[in-house]
């Protein structure tokens, strides 16, 4: 079977497992386990942050940052469709108390034109405005990836507002290969940075947040309160940091099987990229009424051999990752192909 449902479906690679199994533990509670350690000084250092802190899955890491930049009454202003308002369970006001402020962009990406007049008025009335959130490559927006300026003038904007800045870069991975700008370069523009190890990278598990020292020390606190402090998870920061050194540049190959997927979608009648333009590893797109549902799509690719994710009526999303071959999507293409 071809699975491409999500580049979070992968398995360990055996230099991986290999070094998972060799990895130097100790209680992460207790600040002792030396694996977690080093991946945190490390992953802070490449995005030129002071701290980082690991946890077990994005959604925590994005969660923490509303909680430590934030208070209860507080509002974020983020893109529609953005994972953290889409995809995380309303975690911003069950957890924290805090309102989501959803702006429209153009394939999930935001300018400094569609945030200007945004900021709430200083009111007792009025929610406080505290957080601009930006993610990238956004994922509903079909793997798209900001412009390094565009980023730089929201933070830019975000500062002269008072505003404090995150970046869900759960894929950010894919943003760094796909625009050459470095990890450094896009933490510059923030105050705190989420990344993800398990999207696109091949581990099992793992996330982190990234940001300044003292803010990061609140964050271990609130790690706790949400239940994501671990003990000997030095074997999951192996992988993490395994990921780091050998699964980034690979990610060009990702890239460019994704746009095997996405002709195929274009030369079905009836089928619509969303965005039309495929930038990195994700393809999404739309099925009209003659094809029937997103789901009976899907089911009929199953038939073929081919996993997709039905995610809407009519939607469906595609993942180019590691742990499937240039030859399985051109496969996985040609079973597209045959739905004409």
Known sequence: MIDLRSDTVTKPTAGMLAAMSAAAVGDDVFGEDPTVNELERHTAALFGKEAGLFVPTGTMANQIAVRV??????????????????????????????????????????????LDGKVRPDDMHSVRTRLVALENTHNRGGGTCYALDTVQAVATWARAHGLATHLDGARVW?????TGASAAEWGAAFDTVAVCFSKGLGTPVGSMLLGPRDLIAHGR?????????????????????????????????????????????????GFALS????????????????????????????????LVAPLGARTIRAVTHLDVSRDQCAKAAEAIRGLR
């Open 69 to 114: 930049h934030c208070r209860p009454q507080d509002e974020i202003l983020l893109e529609t469709n953005s994972h953290i308002c889409l995809w995380e369970a309303g975690g911003p006001a069950a957890l924290s108390g805090v309102t989501c402020r959803t702006i429209d962009g153009t394939n999930g990406l935001l300018t400094v034109a569609d």
């Open 174 to 178: 894919n943003a760094i290969v796909k």
């Open 221 to 269: 606190r609130v790690r706790k309160l949400f239940g994501g402090a671990m003990r000997q998870v030095g074997y999951l920061a192996a992988a993490c940091r395994y990921a780091l050194d050998h699964h980034i540049d690979r990610l060009a190959d990702d890239h460019d099987n994704a746009q095997l997927v996405a002709d195929a979608v274009r030369d079905v009648p």
């Open 275 to 306: 965005p039309p333009q495929v930038e990195t590893n994700l393809v999404w797109w739309e099925v009209d009424a003659r094809h029937g549902t997103a789901k009976q799509v899907a089911e009929r690719l199953k038939a073929e051999g081919v």
